[in-house]
Structure formats: C-alpha cells, structure tokens
C-alpha cells in the first residue's frame, strides 16, 4: 500500500518505503542495539522467505512501509508501517528510530505524525506491540496516550527469542 502523499512534520518526512532503501534500513534493523526488541532477525538467521517478504515492501497489500527521513539533511531516520486492524477503523502501527537519534524527540514526533494520519484515514483506535524489556518504547507511547490493553509475546523472525510483550491501545 502506498500513502502517496508524503507525511510531513516540522523536522521528519515520512514517505513511501523504496526499495534504494533497503540496505540503510535493514542495516539498522539487523543492529544487535537498535533491533534488539524487533520481530526481525539477526542477519545471520534471514532466510529466503525474508528476503522474498522485503523485497515485496515497496508493493505490499498488507500495510503501509514507509520510511522516516529528515527535513534537514535528508537523511533516513527511521522506518515504521501502518497496518490496516481486524476492524474497519482500526490500524496497528510500528516504528524503529536509528540509534544514532534516540532520547531527541524523533519518536514522539514520528507517533503524533502517524496519529494525525490514521485520524485522516477516518481510524477510531491504533494499537502498537512492545517488548516489555523496552522501557523507552513503552514510555514513548504511554506519553503519547496510549494504554495497555493486554500482555501478549512476540519471536523474533527464525530465531528461539522470545519477548514478553504489551499490546498498546489508543482510542482516537
């Protein structure tokens, strides 16, 4: 899915993913730091069906890819995607800022953007899933008014890792 229209924030753009983005992005995610609380796996556990699913991400039917890049040097941030929920106007989102930009307000200006978005989409709720071991995450939605709606757990992509997790809600 493609949202065409860029998403634009005082210091972010976030755009459709492009697959020219694919070594910056899976660069950052195989960081054993910065995807430590992913679902993706370690670069040395991809597997052809990974690989078949990123090369599929600048087409996907399921959800928005996008990419997060900044306003002022142009360079990529981050990622996150929107993926349409069981409900007609429910969505469930997920992010990933470059290490190299935590604790700077990135995230909570990347939240609100996706936010406002799903709001335009006509969305009444958003629900997000964090490790509970990922305190800076969690907090990052709790401050954006998000609450615990259940404990769940998540594995991390063809690896024996195992997240206890909460599933975040937010009502729009």
């Known amino acids: 899915m493609q949202i065409k229209n860029d998403i634009r ?17 899976t660069a950052m995610w195989f960081d054993p730091e910065n995807g430590k609380y992913m679902s993706d796996p370690q670069k040395e556990y991809v597997d052809e069906v990974y690989r078949k699913a990123l090369d599929g991400m600048e087409d996907s039917k399921d959800g928005y890819y996008l990419t997060v890049v900044s306003n002022d040097i142009g360079n990529i941030m981050g990622t996150c995607c929107i993926f349409p ?23 909570t200006e990347l939240i609100t953007a ?59």
């Open 9 to 25: 924030t005082p210091r972010l753009t976030i755009r459709d993913y492009k697959s020219d983005d694919l070594p910056y992005v």
């Open 85 to 107: 929920g069981d409900k007609k106007d429910a969505y469930d989102i997920g992010y990933c800022i470059n290490k190299k930009y935590w604790r700077q307000g990135y995230g």
């Open 114 to 172: 996706l936010i406002g978005r799903i709001r335009e989409y006509g969305g009444t709720e958003i629900t997000a899933e964090v490790a509970k071991e990922n305190a800076a995450s969690r907090n990052l939605l709790l401050k954006n008014g998000f609450e615990i709606l259940r404990e769940s757990e998540f594995k991390k992509y063809n690896m024996d890792i195992t997240f206890d997790s909460f599933i975040y809600k937010l009502v729009l």
